[in-house]
């Protein structure tokens, strides 16, 4: 059997996926990984924060607990707005509570780095090393290290992790508000179809 040959002339026959529904995708992709970056390092940051329970100190802050309940509602709030991963399942006013709620989750970790990392004077000197001066009582001889560079390990683990989420959030937030108004400006162009 001979192979049909084209000569390219078919082309308005052909189905053509616009560049808005591959961007869509994309954009789905980036929160649903900038999500679950969040949702790690929320994770990881409350187990940071629980080593004092493990040496018998109390705990130095409540926003730990605060931010960790926000970030796993808000986690389920995700899957839940964009339908579980089925597009045609999405519900826009839930995706734009979810985008509201990133967005001052965001805050406060941007406002809980600015406290104890960079304004020294919002908190106290020692606001910042509070948390790593504890780490260094208990762990500086099991780990054979001096207490001040124990400090400044911690302290950088910190910074860097803080930066992390905020960096993950940031993107969340942005693309979550483009998505939200790409299937604004959709749902327009449809009623104007219909009309």
Same mark, same amino acid.
């Given at each position: 059997m001979q192979r049909p040959t084209h000569d390219g002339s078919d082309w308005s026959y052909r189905m053509v996926i616009e560049d808005r529904y591959k961007r869509m995708a994309v954009m789905r992709r980036t929160i649903r990984i900038s999500a679950i970056v969040q949702l790690v390092y929320i994770c990881?940051?409350? @187990?940071?924060?629980?080593?004092?329970f493990?040496?018998?100190e109390p705990p130095l802050t409540r926003s730990t607990e605060y931010i960790f309940y926000a970030g796993v509602a808000l986690f389920l709030l995700r899957a839940w707005a964009?339908?579980?991963?089925?597009?045609n399942r999405e519900k @826009?006013?839930?995706i734009m509570l979810y985008s509201l709620a990133s967005m001052l989750l965001t805050a406060e970790i941007v406002l809980v780095f600015y406290m104890y990392h960079v304004d020294e004077k919002m908190m106290g000197r020692a606001a910042g090393k509070q948390y790593p001066q504890m780490l260094a009582r208990h762990y500086a001889g099991r780990l054979r290290l001096p207490a001040t560079t124990v400090v400044l390990i911690a302290q950088w683990f910190e910074r860097v992790l803080d930066l992390v989420g905020i960096l993950a959030g940031g993107l969340n937030v942005w693309v979550t508000k483009e998505y939200v108004m790409e299937q604004k400006e959709q749902k327009?162009?449809?009623?104007?179809?219909?009309d």
């Open positions: 990881i940051r409350t @187990l940071w924060h629980s080593i004092p493990l040496t018998g964009f339908g579980f991963g089925k597009a @826009l006013g839930l327009r162009e449809a009623a104007t179809k219909q």
